[in-house]
């Protein structure tokens, strides 16, 4: 596994960001709202399953890699090659230190997601989860499309920014996120849709976050299950979707 420092031309957003994550990654103890992430279970097994299904015997990146969780689980879906970038120094050394340092299909750099060092064309798939609300969303989903292959797939998991309460939270609660992030709106899905095609969008967490406190591991639980359930219900009506609380978004490069 080959570490890579880059030199990187940050703007004053970057590096608010950048400090963020960095302070964040040393602290001891996880964010608060990390209690939350139950609610929007389904769409991460939603979005294993799909790199799963998607990524054997090909070259991908981990775009905002953090501290390595998804790339210790897609490793060992069989790419060919996988690559993972961050802009916190911090967590690219907690991510060196989780994946396996004999590990040669895996290669860890800091680097800037909105100007990576790649060159064209590079990879068959980018992914990423609660990375692209941190960026230049014009920026980075250049850089993504610059980056991949014809017909290559992006998949992302991202918090959305139209539920009213879930935004009074956000707002009462200033010091649990970077200053810059800026959950998704329907003006950035329309900038996915220009750059990319066959664009799909899946939605999470609406009665799965209300009835949080009810149910236990959501794996294992028949309460999550059936919230679940009926929120893929609800989401059939835009209203519904305006008040989930994640989105799961693939798409492909034009």
Same mark, same amino acid.
């Given at each position: 596994?080959?570490?890579?420092?880059?030199?990187?031309?940050?703007?004053?957003k970057?590096?608010?960001? /950048?400090?963020?994550?960095?302070?964040?990654?040393?602290?001891?103890?996880?964010?608060?709202?990390?209690?939350?992430?139950?609610?929007?279970?389904? %769409?991460?097994?939603?979005?294993?399953?799909?790199?799963?299904?998607?990524?054997?015997?090909?070259?991908?990146? @981990?775009?905002?890699?953090?501290?390595?969780? %998804?790339?210790?689980?897609?490793?060992?879906?069989g790419?060919?090659?996988?690559?993972?970038? @961050?802009?916190?120094?911090?967590?690219?050394?907690?991510?060196?230190?989780?994946?396996?340092?004999?590990?040669?299909i895996?290669?860890?750099?800091?680097?800037?997601?909105?100007?990576?060092?790649?060159? @064209?064309?590079?990879?068959?798939?980018?992914?990423?989860?609660?990375?692209?609300?941190?960026?230049?969303?014009?920026?980075?989903?250049?850089?993504?499309?610059?980056?991949?292959?014809? /017909?290559?797939?992006?998949?992302?998991?991202?918090?959305?920014?139209?539920?009213?309460?879930?935004?009074?939270?956000?707002?009462?609660?200033?010091? %649990?996120?970077?200053q810059?992030?800026?959950?998704?709106?329907?003006? @950035?899905?329309?900038?996915?849709?220009? /750059?990319?095609?066959?664009?799909?969008?899946?939605?999470?967490?609406?009665?799965?976050?209300?009835?949080?406190?009810?149910?236990?591991?959501? /794996?294992?639980s028949?309460?999550?299950?059936?919230?679940?359930?009926?929120?893929?219900?609800?989401?059939?009506?835009?209203?519904?979707?305006?008040?989930?609380?994640?989105?799961?978004?693939?798409?492909?490069?034009?």
């Amino acid at each position: 596994m080959r570490i890579q420092k880059n030199k990187m031309s940050l703007t004053e957003k970057n590096l608010r960001e /950048k400090k963020f994550h960095n302070e964040l990654q040393s602290k001891p103890k996880g964010r608060f709202e990390n209690i939350f992430y139950k609610a929007i279970y389904a %769409s991460g097994k939603d979005f294993y399953a799909f790199l799963e299904k998607n990524v054997k015997n090909c070259e991908i990146l @981990d775009y905002g890699c953090g501290v390595g969780i %998804s790339l210790q689980k897609v490793i060992n879906y069989g790419p060919k090659r996988i690559s993972g970038i @961050d802009i916190s120094e911090v967590s690219i050394k907690k991510a060196k230190e989780r994946i396996n340092k004999s590990n040669t299909i895996v290669n860890l750099e800091v680097d800037n997601c909105e100007k990576t060092n790649f060159e @064209d064309n590079k990879f068959d798939i980018v992914y990423g989860t609660g990375i692209l609300h941190h960026l230049d969303i014009s920026k980075s989903l250049n850089e993504i499309h610059r980056i991949l292959r014809s /017909k290559g797939s992006l998949v992302f998991i991202e918090p959305l920014g139209t539920n009213p309460l879930i935004n009074l939270y956000r707002k009462l609660t200033p010091n %649990s996120r970077s200053q810059d992030e800026h959950p998704l709106v329907k003006k @950035d899905f329309e900038l996915i849709n220009e /750059k990319f095609k066959d664009t799909k969008i899946y939605y999470y967490g609406f009665l799965t976050l209300i009835f949080f406190p009810f149910y236990g591991s959501p /794996k294992n639980s028949n309460s999550f299950k059936i919230l679940n359930k009926l929120d893929q219900i609800l989401f059939k009506l835009n209203f519904f979707k305006k008040l989930a609380w994640s989105v799961l978004i693939l798409a492909k490069k034009n």
